[in-house]
């Protein structure tokens, strides 16, 4: 292709421990679990691993396997309401396959870095 890529859109690589619930599964609510996952972006994929109390071992180095994974492509990210949760500084992430995801973090530049790795990488996948 003739496309050449623009330095600002290379391939998202992004981790860290973010506390996690799904709330939608297959588009039916589910009951709340929040989590402490260790959090992998890559590509349009957003991979999620149980904390290990630590964040040391994580599934590339092949201890463990993701815990679930949801694809970005087609999905929407924002930030929740107050009605979705308590809590500071949520992000609710909606996914075409019907899993809708609240992702938080007690540091709040933390979760705003999140935010716009999740809103950039939604829109550079857009076209797919
Ligand atoms: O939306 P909810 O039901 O108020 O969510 C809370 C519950 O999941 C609660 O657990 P129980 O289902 O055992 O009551 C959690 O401890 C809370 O953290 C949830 O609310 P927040 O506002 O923290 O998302």
Same mark, same amino acid.
């Given at each position: 292709s003739a496309h050449v890529q623009d330095p600002a859109d290379k391939p998202s690589e992004k981790c860290g421990i973010l506390n996690v619930t799904k709330i939608t599964e297959n588009g039916k609510k589910v009951r709340k679990n929040w989590t402490s996952s260790w959090t992998v972006l890559q590509g349009s994929t957003l991979l999620f691993a149980k +904390?290990?109390?630590? +964040?040391?071992?994580?599934?590339g180095g092949g201890q463990s396997k993701p815990e679930f994974t949801v694809d970005l492509k087609g999905g929407s990210v924002d930030w929740a309401s107050k009605d979705k949760s308590s809590k500071k500084h949520v992000i609710e992430l909606k996914t075409r396959q019907g899993t809708d995801l609240l992702i938080q973090s007690e540091n709040d530049s933390v979760v705003n870095d999140w935010f716009k790795a999740l809103q950039d990488t939604i829109s550079n996948h857009a076209s797919e």
């Open positions: +904390g290990q109390g630590g +964040g040391t071992s994580w599934f």
